[in-house]
T-cell receptor, first 112, second 115 residues
Framework: DAMVIQNPRYQVTQFGKPVTLSCSQT?????MYWYQQKSSQAPKLLFH???????NEADTPDNFQSRRPNTSFCFLDIRSPGLGDAAMYLC???????????FGPGTRLTVL | AQSVTQPDIHITVSEGASLELRCNYS??????LFWYVQSPGQGLQLLLK??????LVQGIKGFEAEFKRSQSSFNLRKPSVHWSDAAEYFC?????????????FGQGTRLTINP
């Protein structure tokens, strides 16, 4: 089945230690999104790639970066995680400007 | 500013009872509206969507929603809930203005099912 895959499902890191979260998709969608969802809150868009074009949300901290080496993969890098960055990170994809987004299962990040 | 409001943070219903989850939006143009469901520790699954046309839309798992422009609402309903419906439900509106293509989510409603 075509799907959005996120690895790892659970990630534990130390305060200030860089961490990378991975997202891959077999849907061949050209748009990929990263959301941050803190406990009991709504998902919040961090940034998205439309093909190779990177679109950052105005309020996304500089601590968060992203890479998209090819259509299938997208990475979220947190350069110096703080305790406030503990959250569920959701990857989603869509085909062009169509409105329907397909979500992966998420990676739960714990910062010690 | 465009926003989505889900007035109920937590709702508890008995299994077999009917359900209605409320969603109100603030958006100047014709909204594109969605309901997503999130089971604990999981990603979001699309239940249904409204773009245009018939204001009563059918979704998966027996859910439906009705778009009411006069009330700026898009409430989710199910005639008879099952224990497996216990989850978090998010209403969302798609913003597609000036290049900003993104979903804006409501705060979510947590649904608990009593046996």
């Amino acid at each position: 089945d075509a799907m959005v895959i996120q690895n790892p499902r659970y990630q534990v890191t130390q305060f200030g230690k860089p961490v990378t979260l991975s997202c891959s998709q077999t849907l061949n969608h050209n748009v990929m999104y990263w959301y941050q969802q803190k406990s009991s809150q709504a998902p919040k868009l961090l940034f998205h790639y439309y093909d190779k074009d990177f679109n950052n949300e105005a309020d996304t901290p500089d601590n968060f970066q992203s890479r998209r080496p090819n259509t299938s993969f997208c990475f979220l890098d947190i350069r110096s995680p703080g305790l406030g960055d503990a959250a569920m990170y959701l990857c989603a994809t869509s085909r062009g400007r169509t409105l329907e987004q397909y979500f992966g299962p998420g990676t739960r990040l714990t910062v010690l | 500013a465009q926003s989505v409001t889900q007035p109920d943070i937590h709702i508890t219903v008995s299994e077999g009872a009917s359900l209605e989850l409320r969603c109100n939006y603030s958006y100047g143009a014709t909204p594109y509206l969605f309901w997503y469901v999130q089971s604990p520790g999981q990603g979001l699954q699309l239940l249904l969507k409204y773009f245009s046309g018939d204001t009563l839309v059918q979704g998966i798992k027996g859910f439906e929603a009705e778009f009411k422009r006069s009330q700026s609402s898009f409430n989710l309903r199910k005639p008879s809930v099952h224990w497996s419906d216990a989850a978090e439900y998010f209403c969302a509106v798609f913003l597609g203005i000036q290049g900003a293509q993104k979903l804006v989510f409501g705060q979510g409603t947590r649904l608990t099912i009593n046996p």
